[in-house]
């Protein structure tokens, strides 16, 4: 990285005047969704990942940030691996590379996060997160262009796993009419996404099913007939 490269791939923090610039974590290529988890405090981000290394490497990942944490990029990602174009460089930063909570398949790049805090949905979908994965464009086989949904299990914590929440927006041919880009709650607790696929913006409400899976499916059903 080159001097022209300073605050590159770094999350930054402000006083509310806007002094006091500082990082608050490093090595983050691409941090494009930021949110705030509102009962704990702690940081959350969505991270688009580096390109180049194939249709199955590196994963995008969703993690709380940790201050003072470094993320891998452009030497390392995911923990202690190296990328190969970077080979031998910066070793000594092998063991500092913090490894994200939860993975994603590569090129889904997410964007927008969201915590769901509204009590439209089941209780078991209070506190989780919603993020906009809005598709790959270098993959042989398309991956992303959906809504994830991340369980945090009213802990504030993420075990690794993720499901499918929103779906639809790749036809069988490949085609592609939708791409999410950013999630949010609306005030009556129905989710809301914007969509610069097909210019849309989705309304996802409960539709009164007795487990998250109906209405899961519930809702996409109702978001496909928009």
């Not at 078991?124 to 262009?145: L, P, Q």
């Not at 499918?164 to 880009?181: C, E, Y």
């Not at 809301?192 to 059903?221: C, H, M, P, Q």
Request: hydrophobic share 35%; charged share 20%.
């Amino acid at each position: 990285m080159t001097a022209a490269e300073k605050y590159r791939a770094d999350i930054l923090a402000f006083d509310p005047d806007g002094s006091h610039l500082r990082v608050y974590a490093s090595g983050l290529r691409n941090p494009s969704g930021v949110a705030v988890d509102p009962r704990s405090g702690q940081l959350w981000c969505a991270v688009n990942e580096r390109d180049g290394l194939g249709d199955n490497l590196v994963p995008d990942y969703i993690t709380p940030v940790r201050q003072g944490g470094f993320y891998g990029w452009p030497w390392w990602y995911i923990g202690p691996h190296q990328d190969p174009r970077q080979a031998g460089k910066h070793p000594e930063l092998r063991e500092r590379v913090v490894t994200p909570d939860v993975l994603l398949q590569p090129h889904s790049a997410p964007l927008q996060l969201a915590f769901y805090q509204a009590e439209q949905f089941p209780g078991e979908y209070r506190g989780d997160i919603f993020a906009a994965a809005h598709g790959s464009w270098n993959k042989a086989v398309r991956t992303g262009y959906k809504i994830v949904r991340v369980p945090l299990r009213h802990t504030g914590k993420a075990s690794g796993d993720y499901q499918d929440f929103l779906t639809g927006f790749v036809l069988p041919n490949g085609q592609v009419w939708g791409r999410p880009v950013g999630v949010t709650s609306a005030p009556d607790g129905a989710l809301l996404v914007t969509d610069d696929g097909s210019n849309s913006i989705w309304r996802i409400s409960y539709v009164g099913e007795s487990t998250a899976t109906a209405s899961t499916r519930s809702s996409e059903r109702e978001a496909s007939a928009k």
